[in-house]
């Protein structure tokens, strides 16, 4: 079925390997984020390096390599964020879902995600769960509120 829908896509493009961001986005609306054998298909397909398919797969923040989970959990990583503390943050979330950023928690319910600017750099550092913002972040805060979340879903 991947094969099938992989050609229709790339045949759009008639083939043109100057057309991967956009052949990227367009298999990614077909299966909701890029299966690692997808991206396989169309290196050889395209001709391409599988790490040039790679590269761009994972430079835009757009384009997922993992399926979404019910929940998604964004950290800012911008400079105002980061001038005040984002990368503790993110180990802290990191060790506590288990998952780096870019990754869905086995069990589908957390998508980890970082992000450059949510346009609230005066509240900075700022956490984002399912919409809803969390400024003046510290580790510590950070791990409660997610820990609420957790919680809340345990046995949903
Ligand atoms: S840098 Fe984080 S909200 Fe702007």
Known sequence: ??????????????DN???LISILQDIQKEFQYLPA????????KLDLKLIDVYSVATFYKS????PQGKHSITVCTGTACHVRGTTKI???IQSQLDIAPGYTTKDKKF???TVNCLGA???GPVLVIDGKYYGNMTPIKARETVSKYLKKTKNK
């Not at 991947?2 to 008639?14: E, F, G, L, Q, S």
């Open 37 to 44: 054998e997808v991206l396989k298909l169309v290196s050889e």
């Open 90 to 92: 993110l180990d802290e």
């Open 1 to 14: 079925m991947h094969v099938r829908v992989v050609n229709r896509i790339i045949a759009k493009y008639k």
């Open 63 to 66: 384009l997922r390599l993992s």
């Open 111 to 113: 998508t980890f995600n």
């Open 121 to 123: 750099c005066a509240i």
């Open 17 to 19: 390997r100057t057309s």
